[in-house]
């Protein structure tokens, strides 16, 4: 038996870890001599840092800890591999580095531009015949794989999103005056974690007032004025707003304020200032307390309200990707397909990654109301058996206990 290595990449979750934990525990428990982590991601791999993670991963306590550490253990990267032609030489390191570990199969954990360097990885391997076996391990928050159900990662952040929104719906009603807050989503330029905020409604909670996802045209002005309408039948107006939802010419609403000028190596533009934007607006127009809630990565690292379910289905894809390489497959991407509402239930199956690299799955209009500013029943009964469940933090001097890698990695 060989060695194995394993990645993180893109933007991390409240499971993430998980993940890396079944790679790890799976791949050991089918006899693989050491398993590498690498520290960043490909860049990492690169750049020769690498670690032995049985050095990390020591006991059932550590593993206990690095299901409940918010964010990549090993570290990220948004790292484009180049084109092969003309930049043969960065494959070449990469391969021979692999061999120099001795590693038979490679694992990514990540999301559509992630898989990206599963599918250069692997296209370039099958032209050279090299033996290693390159699978991804599906994870975002944003929900836009194609293929699969759902993401690892989604559940715990659409658990946090509901139970925020729950609060803030609280809270704002708290005074005898009218006040209107927009909360911001990430999610970039799918709707579904945006859509999460419609599961605070029920008997305890009014719930939002509306909900803006990408996946429809913005119009400021309309919603300006809808803003003036809501203020007048309530105290507190409770708004849901894409960080990507964009105007009629194609502009993300954030650059409307904002000079929005990071933009990483996917090509992707920053979001944020949606909500500062908009409440700014109202508050202009109609004079009112405004508050702009960006949830920005609180949303992702909220490990103290992890689903139980998307910690369980994590752990299972980073084990299903180790079976997969394991009876001698390449190329795919784990993916989750729903087989029961009601109980509900997922199995891991595979697809390939030429699928699922660099696709944006979005909302489908059906799950939209048609005048845009709500989503659907059926959006809210898809994410509701994602959110449920709990895993208790392990508390230490009343906080969550976290695990670091705090090493300086191996240099090769
Ligand atoms: O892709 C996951 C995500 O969290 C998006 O929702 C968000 O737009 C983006 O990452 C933020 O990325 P970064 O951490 O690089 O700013």
Same mark, same amino acid.
């Given at each position: 038996m060989k060695n194995i290595i394993v990645g993180q990449s893109g933007g991390p979750t409240a499971v993430i870890n998980s993940s890396l934990l079944g790679v790890?525990?799976?791949a050991k428990d089918r006899g693989a001599d050491t398993v590498y982590g690498m520290v960043h991601g490909i860049k990492g791999l690169l750049d020769g840092n690498v670690v032995d993670l049985?050095?990390?991963?020591r006991n059932e306590l550590d593993m206990d800890l690095l299901k409940r550490t918010p964010s990549s253990f090993l570290g990220s990267c948004r790292y484009k591999l180049p084109d092969v032609n003309g930049h043969e030489d960065t494959y070449e390191k990469i391969f021979a580095t692999l061999k120099k570990l001795d590693v038979c199969a490679f694992f990514y954990i990540g999301g559509n531009d992630s898989?990206?360097?599963i599918m250069r990885l692997t296209d370039y391997g099958n032209k050279i015949g090299s033996p290693i076996r390159f699978i991804g391990v599906p994870k975002t928050i944003d929900n836009d794989l194609a293929v699969t159900d759902h993401t690892p990662g989604f559940g715990s952040a659409a658990k946090y999103i509901a139970?925020?929104?729950k609060e803030i719906i609280r809270d704002g009603l708290v005074y005898d005056y009218p006040v209107v807050s927009v909360i911001e989503v990430m999610g970039r330029n799918a709707g579904w974690l945006t859509a999460a905020t419609a599961l605070a409604r029920g008997e305890d909670c009014e719930g939002v007032d509306e909900i803006y996802l990408?996946?429809?045209?913005?119009?400021?002005?309309a919603f300006i004025t809808r803003m003036g309408e809501r203020l007048k039948e309530n105290r507190s107006v409770v708004v849901a707003v894409s960080e990507g939802v964009k105007i009629a010419d194609g502009r993300y609403v954030c650059e409307?304020?904002? /000079?929005?000028d990071y933009v990483d190596a996917f090509g992707h533009k920053q979001l944020a200032g949606t909500a500062r934007f908009l409440a700014g607006r109202i508050a202009e127009k109609?004079?009112?307390k405004t508050r702009a809630i960006e949830l920005s990565s609180l949303q992702r690292c909220a490990a103290h309200i992890q689903a139980r379910i998307d910690v369980t289905e994590a752990y299972n894809c980073g084990g299903a990707a180790v079976k997969a390489a394991f009876e001698g497959k390449t190329g795919l991407v784990i993916t989750l397909k729903r087989v029961s509402d009601d109980p509900y239930m997922c199995v891991a199956e595979a697809a390939d990654v030429h699928e699922i690299a660099n696709v944006e799955k979005k909302v489908p209009p059906e799950w939209i109301t048609e005048d845009g500013t709500y989503v659907?029943?059926?959006?809210? /009964?898809?994410?509701?058996?994602l959110i449920q469940a709990e895993i208790t933090p392990l508390w230490v001097n009343g906080l969550p206990r976290h695990v670091r890698l705090n090493e300086t990695p191996l240099k090769r």
């Open positions: 790890y525990k799976t049985s050095t990390r991963i898989m990206d360097t139970a925020t929104t990408p996946e429809r045209v913005f119009d400021v002005d409307l304020s904002d /000079h929005v109609y004079g009112v659907r029943q059926e959006l809210v /009964h898809y994410i509701m058996p």
